[in-house]
């Protein structure tokens, strides 16, 4: 039995993960069944998280997911992957344009990668919002950069949308393939090839991570530390990839592995869930500043637009 400790303090967790072999199986080190206690400081209660959480039928928070804009390898057809490139021109715009079509949804807490075309992203999307509330990227690495990051005001840090970066929600690491083009990887090696290795579930380019391996890291990272978030009612945006994303919403969606290879992500276009009774539904995607979209709006979505634009009048 291993017993891990670990913290998130910008998202408020603090967390033990114990792991537990399942006895009885006959890959006793294969399984492992996975415990969490966590404890949330900004709602000052422990909670301990076996398998299931208890559900409180009231909260109903956001989730709106986005890959990003437009990158300068997406412009040349590259496979990217982990190469931390940043976006174009064109990817500014769109996300500018996905930062309109969220800007009356509520946002408290931004997850983004940790490349720069995701945080790129979030940060510019966040210019569009009606709240007018400043993202600001968590410093944790060392005790010395908390510490020189620090916010002194409670009524800035209430202005304020911390933005927690993570690697396990960076693009699938595209192994040998990263900085060749698309187009004439699929001339060398056949179409089919390449398309098994950019959209099948568990098989891997080479050198890489299948989209399997990818969710693995991804998913259980949503699930430790975004989950508990919507779960204590907090609306979040996930600025992220096209596979950690794709992997993301197999799981919200109960894709099964044949279903998630036909799923494709745009570039910049946000997509909305509604986390309520323990339950995710999507909600489409926004459509534009000024239209939610007839599938978008929830009752509690539509009285927090009223109150922004009540706000600014
Ligand atoms: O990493 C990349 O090249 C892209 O962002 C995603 O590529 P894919 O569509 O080949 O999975």
Same mark, same amino acid.
């Given at each position: 039995?291993a017993?891990?400790?670990?913290h998130q303090p910008?998202?408020?967790?603090y ?11 006959s890959?006793i080190?294969?399984?492992?069944l996975s415990?969490r206690?966590?404890f949330?400081?900004?709602? /000052?209660k422990? /909670?301990l998280?076996l398998?299931?959480?208890?559900h409180d ?8 997911l ?5 990158s300068m ?9 982990c190469?931390?490139v940043p976006?174009?021109?064109?990817g500014?715009?769109e996300?500018?344009v ?8 509520p946002v ?7 490349l720069?075309?995701?945080k ?9 919002h009606h709240e ?5 990227i968590?410093?944790d ?5 908390t ?10 840090t ?28 699929a001339e ?5 090839q390449? /398309?098994e ?7 891997s380019p080479?050198n ?6 990818c ?7 949503f699930?430790?530390f ?5 779960k204590?009612?907090?609306h979040?945006?996930?600025?992220? /990839?096209a596979?950690?994303?794709r ?8 894709l099964?592995s044949?279903e998630?290879t036909?799923?494709?992500l ?9 986390y309520k009774?323990?339950k995710f ?13 007839v ?19």
């Open positions: 039995m017993a891990t400790f670990f910008a998202a408020g967790l967390g033990l993960g114990i792991d537990v072999p399942s006895f009885g199986s890959r080190f294969g399984k492992l415990t206690l966590f949330n400081s900004s709602h /000052h422990l /909670h998280v398998a299931s959480i208890s039928s009231s909260i109903e928070s956001t989730l709106i986005i890959r990003h804009g437009e390898w997406n412009e040349k057809n590259l496979f990217t992957g190469c931390d976006l174009t021109s064109r500014v715009e996300a500018i996905a930062g309109k079509r969220i800007s009356y949804i408290d807490l931004i997850f983004t990668s940790g720069i075309r995701a790129m992203t979030a940060m510019l999307a966040m210019t569009q007018n509330k400043v993202p600001i968590v410093h690495e060392s005790e010395q950069a510490l020189w990051s620090g916010v002194y005001s409670e009524k800035t209430k202005q304020s949308i911390p933005v927690i970066t993570t690697w396990q929600l960076n693009e699938r690491m595209y192994g040998d393939l990263q900085g060749l083009n698309k187009k004439e990887t060398k090696y056949g179409k089919e390449v /398309h290795w950019r959209r099948s579930y568990d098989i080479p890489g991570e299948s989209l399997e391996m969710s693995r890291r991804a998913v259980a990272y699930k430790d975004i989950e508990p978030q919507l204590s009612g907090k979040v945006m996930v600025a992220a /990839h596979n950690s994303l992997s993301i919403i197999m799981y919200l969606d109960r099964t044949q998630v036909s799923l494709e745009s570039t910049g276009i946000p997509l909305l869930y509604i009774e323990g539904s999507s909600r489409g995607s926004p459509v534009g500043p000024t239209e939610a979209g599938y978008a709006y929830t009752q509690n979505l539509a009285i927090y637009r009223q109150q922004l634009d009540e706000m600014s009048h």
